[in-house]
Nanobody, 122 residues
Framework: VQLQASGGGLVQAGDSLRLSCEVSVRPYSSHILGWFRQAPGKEREFVAAIRWSTGLTYYGDSVKGRFAISRERAEPTVYLQMDSLKHEDSAVYYC????????????????WGQGTQVTVSS
């Protein structure tokens, strides 16, 4: 399985950005796709996840109400719509796939993309 993340860039605080993650192998219904982020000197942080079959979504506390994860089952692709961006959202964003059950720990996820840089100027 390969995950290809894209869509990062440099934006100003308050702007929006949409990240995309193309999945090379169509996920099974039980799989979960998600996004994590990692800022310099910090641990990798859970951002959002979506169950491939039902579309049920989960969010980290720091992005609730501002970010939205979605999926396009036909492509297959996972998106992360990021609105009202803040300087503290600056990080490398990684998409990932979990084959068993939802976990907020990066070490439990099975496949990872290469990451895309998001920089928010204040």
């Amino acid at each position: 399985v390969q995950l290809q993340a894209s869509g990062g860039g440099l934006v100003q605080a308050g702007d929006s950005l949409r990240l995309s993650c193309e999945v090379s192998v169509r996920p099974y219904s039980s799989h979960i796709l998600g996004w994590f982020r990692q800022a310099p000197g910090k641990e990798r942080e859970f951002v959002a996840a979506i169950r491939w079959s039902t579309g049920l979504t989960y969010y980290g506390d720091s992005v609730k109400g501002r970010f939205a994860i979605s999926r396009e089952r036909a492509e297959p692709t996972v998106y992360l719509q990021m609105d009202s961006l803040k300087h503290e959202d600056s990080a490398v964003y990684y998409c990932a796939q979990e084959l068993r059950s939802l976990s907020y720990r990066p070490s439990d996820w099975d496949y990872w993309g290469q990451g895309t840089q998001v920089t928010v100027s204040s």
